[in-house]
Every structure is written in structure tokens, then in C-alpha cells.
């Protein structure tokens, strides 16, 4: 009965079943450090998803329309964050899909050559529990390939699109040697991955929705979802996420998106919030690679 709980509705479920299902990826100890590198105080972990064009081509979608607005992202909005970012001197991480590095090669060389990191964000940004038995495998081992073709680096880490972390997704991590994964959420804090109360030595970066730009700014046409969020209102939530991560010696880590984030009246927003840490003592801008590998040597895995 555990392998086969789809066959039941949950309240049938036996402990067993229910158990396995919570234990598949399931967060372990905490590898938040007793000190991050040089004293400082708190990290910060920058990243932007360069979904560009993806979205829409994952959709079936061939607007033109919804295509530019993905072209916004490379024409625009990484050039202005790859400004902002040499002006304060930060690393970041960049999770491309594959299809978007393949439409746009030397955006990544380029990102890659300017020290920041390339991490793995699925082919075409496809739904990973949509995909039938066996696709999602190959869909990441291919597109780790293709980035590390593009970018001359080998990605280490993967953020699953949309966060969508299937009951596949760890096997794959494991079997690709990762050292991290950065789409799941049960805690602000670096921890410890396991599988059936297993430990696994796989980092998780914990994102979370509040500190992700698009769920502030996302507009889709033909729906309800509209920018209700001013600008001024997500400095604020983003900065009160910071304040908390200091003021416990923790991480903070932000998730955006070239064509939100890469708008005039946010990247000057993001500025902002870049000055607003900056402003404090003992701050480590890195990479998700950095601050995994510094918490996995912390934590003796």
C-alpha cells in the first residue's frame, strides 16, 4: 500500500505511506554556521533566475507578445543587473535554463567570465511533476551539459523552475553529485537534505515566495494577476527580510527574475536594498555555491 498512494484518497493513507511521502526530501539538521567566513555577521546570497524567453515557449505560447516580454530579460534586465552588481562589487548566482542560454550564449559567458556562478534551472522551465516517467532525468542531465558547454563552468547546484521539486527530483540530485539545491522552503536557514531520515550531505538553500520578486510584479493579460505592489512596498519587505537574517547571523537569500526585476523603477529598488545592507558591518556577499560549500565544510559533512 505505500508504494501505491495514489490508488487511496489520504485519509485512507497507512502511516507508511504517509510517512514515505513526507520523507522524500524532507529537512534535516540545520547547517546554519556559528560563523560565516572573516567574522562576518550575516550572508547574502543574490540570485536571478534567467528564465527569459522559457516561459512562454513552455507553454506552448508562441505570442510574439509574451516572447518579447522574455526577451526584455536579456535585452534589458541583465545588463542593467550586471552593472548594478560590478558597482557594489557582489557575486551572484544565475539559474539559467538550458533553452535560455542556448538563445543567449555570450549573456552567459559573459555573466560566468564576471565571476559570478551558473546554476541549472531545467531545459525549458518544463512543470517537473507534469513530466511522464523517466523525461525529467534527462531533461536535467542534459541541461547541466549544455551550461557547462555555454558557461565553461560546471554547474553544482539546481534550482527547479517554478520550484517545482518533484518525488524525482532528489533521486536526481544525488545521482548527479550536486552539492546543492536551492527550491525548497522548511527554514530561513541552510540545512541538511534527507531521504527517509537518511541524511544525504546535499545543501539546502532555502528560498521563500515573500523574497522573490515576481510574486510582487508578475502581470498576465488575460487574468487577475496584476503588479498591485508598489515598488517602495517591496524595498520594504525585502529589507525587513534582511534586518531579521542579521539580526539572527543568518542568511539572506533573494530570488528575482531579469524581466521583473530588470524594469527601471525596480532595479532601482534593488539598488536601494543592495545599499541598505552594505550599510551594515560584517556582511558576505557569495555565490549559492560559496555559502553551500562553506556551510557543508562547517557543518563536517
Known amino acids: 500500500m505505500a508504494d501505491q498512494p495514489a490508488t487511496q484518497k489520504p485519509w485512507e493513507w497507512d502511516e507508511p505511506t504517509w510517512r514515505k511521502i513526507v520523507g522524500r526530501a524532507y529537512g534535516g539538521r540545520s547547517l546554519q554556521p556559528k560563523a560565516w567566513p572573516n567574522g562576518a555577521r550575516c550572508a547574502v546570497a543574490l540570485s536571478f533566475d534567467a528564465d527569459h524567453e522559457t516561459i512562454p515557449l513552455r507553454d506552448s505560447d508562441e505570442s510574439p507578445m509574451r516572447i518579447s516580454q522574455g526577451q526584455?530579460?536579456?535585452?534589458q534586465g541583465v545588463p542593467r543587473i550586471r552593472k548594478l552588481l560590478d558597482k557594489h562589487g557582489a557575486r551572484a548566482t544565475f539559474f539559467y535554463?538550458?533553452?535560455?542560454?542556448?538563445?543567449?550564449?555570450?549573456?552567459?559567458?559573459?555573466?560566468?567570465?564576471?565571476g559570478h556562478e551558473i546554476g541549472i534551472h531545467s531545459w525549458i522551465h518544463e512543470a517537473n511533476t507534469t513530466l511522464p516517467p523517466g523525461v525529467e532525468r534527462e531533461l536535467t542531465l542534459r541541461a547541466a551539459e549544455t551550461l557547462e558547454k555555454v558557461s565553461g563552468q560546471r554547474p553544482v547546484g539546481i534550482r527547479t523552475a517554478s520550484w517545482d521539486f518533484s518525488v524525482d527530483t532528489m533521486s536526481i540530485i544525488r545521482e548527479m553529485g550536486l552539492l546543492y539545491d536551492s527550491s525548497l522552503m522548511a527554514d530561513d536557514e541552510p540545512y541538511e537534505l534527507t531521504v527517509d531520515g537518511k541524511p544525504t550531505g546535499i545543501v539546502e538553500l532555502p528560498p521563500e515566495w515573500i523574497r522573490d520578486d515576481a510574486v510582487y510584479f508578475n502581470m498576465v493579460r488575460f487574468s487577475a494577476l496584476r503588479p498591485y505592489t508598489p515598488p517602495s512596498a517591496v524595498e520594504e519587505i525585502f529589507n525587513a527580510e534582511f534586518d531579521g537574517a542579521y539580526a539572527e547571523g543568518g542568511l539572506f537569500l533573494l530570488t528575482m527574475h531579469p524581466h521583473v526585476i530588470g524594469h527601471r523603477s525596480r532595479i532601482s529598488l534593488l539598488d536601494r536594498v543592495v545599499e541598505y545592507i552594505k550599510g551594515h558591518e560584517g556582511v558576505w556577499f557569495a555565490t549559492h555555491k560559496e555559502i553551500a560549500a562553506w556551510c557543508k565544510q562547517q557543518g563536517g559533512l
Not at 526584455?72 to 535585452?75: E, F
Not at 538550458?98 to 564576471?114: D, F
Open 72 to 75: 526584455y530579460g536579456a535585452r
Open 97 to 114: 535554463p538550458a533553452v535560455s542560454a542556448l538563445l543567449h550564449p555570450e549573456e552567459v559567458r559573459a555573466v560566468a567570465e564576471e
